[in-house]
């Protein structure tokens, strides 16, 4: 059994498992539907009526079905997503005839009638569908989305852009994040994809928040840390002067993953915020709900 068919039984099995008996009953044979179609038509059917008739209830999965998300494939991260993002996606894999560039369009031609539900379903979906290297453009389009929903369906908890974005791209949805104000800790890869361009994008982007007097997101100095040049070292030094104080936590944390040493020589002045980090009270996750 492939990737496809064993998603689509992992999902159909959650599905299954937070319904109704008459509910799980007919989404199964919507399952069989579509898999021996020889037309598109029970599939669009079928996502219409998902969320009549299974409702958008929280997956709430367990500590052991989340377990199995990841044994299923490496960065699978469904701990957020709901019954009816759960079966879409289902459907969509059960409509796989074994032919990923048919798959990739029969996906455009969905996302092309979607409603937002479903474009969040959808792009959720991204890590388990056949022909990964055919959807870079669709999946880039998503995180261009000036849309929360639709960009963090994309961004967080989805291994996808980690594997498939080139620099470019990847830099861009780190940015993008920052701008419409979401959160970079869901990113994953966000510390093995940063690198020198995107630090110095960043930087950049913090002085013009700063030249408008607008706040900076602490988060942004996690990507500029590891790479900080000595423009960017005099501006981690500048928020750990006269930043708040999440901000200056921030910074520290940023220039505790510096390697260069006028890093260290900084961070001589604060011992007390030094020590926290050792004692691993400061974390970057924390600064995703501040």
């Excluded at 059994?1 to 008996?21: I, K, P």
């Excluded at 799980?24 to 008739?53: M, S």
């Excluded at 997101?217 to 006269?242: K, M, Q, T, Y």
Aim: contains cysteine; charged residues 25%; hydrophobic residues 45%.
């Amino acid at each position: 059994m492939d990737l496809v068919e064993r998603a689509c039984a992992l999902l159909s099995g959650w599905v299954g498992a937070r319904v109704t008996a008459e509910a799980a009953a007919w989404f199964h044979e919507q399952l069989a539907a579509v898999r021996n179609a020889g037309q598109e038509k029970p599939l669009y059917l079928a996502l219409g009526y998902v969320p009549r008739r299974l409702g958008k209830d929280d997956l709430a999965l367990s500590a052991a079905e989340l377990a199995e998300a990841a044994a299923l494939r490496p960065g699978f991260d469904p701990s957020e997503w709901s019954v009816d993002q759960a079966a879409r996606v289902a459907l969509v894999l059960a409509s796989y005839d074994g032919d990923p560039v048919r798959f990739k369009d029969r996906l455009e031609t969905l996302f092309r009638t979607a409603d937002i539900g479903e474009t969040i379903a959808f792009y959720r979906g991204l890590p388990l569908y056949p022909g990964q290297e055919l959807l870079r453009a669709r999946a880039r389009e998503g995180a261009r989305s000036g849309m929360r929903p639709v960009f963090e369906a994309v961004a967080h908890r989805n291994p996808y852009p980690k594997e498939q974005f080139d620099e470019n791209a990847w830099n861009h949805l780190v940015l993008k994040a920052l701008f419409i104000g979401s959160p970079l800790d869901p990113i994953q890869g966000l510390d093995e994809r940063a690198n020198p361009r995107l630090a110095r994008m960043l930087c950049d982007y913090a002085h013009e928040r700063w030249a408008a007097g607008r706040p900076v997101s602490p988060e942004l100095w996690r990507c500029v840390g590891p790479h900080a040049d000595e423009a960017a070292l005099a501006d981690l030094a500048r928020v750990l002067e006269s930043g708040s104080a999440q901000e200056r936590r921030a910074a520290a944390l940023a220039l505790y993953a510096c390697p260069r040493p006028e890093a260290k020589g900084l961070l001589a002045g604060v011992p007390e915020l030094v020590g926290a980090i050792e004692r691993g009270e400061i974390r970057w996750a924390d600064f995703a709900h501040s």
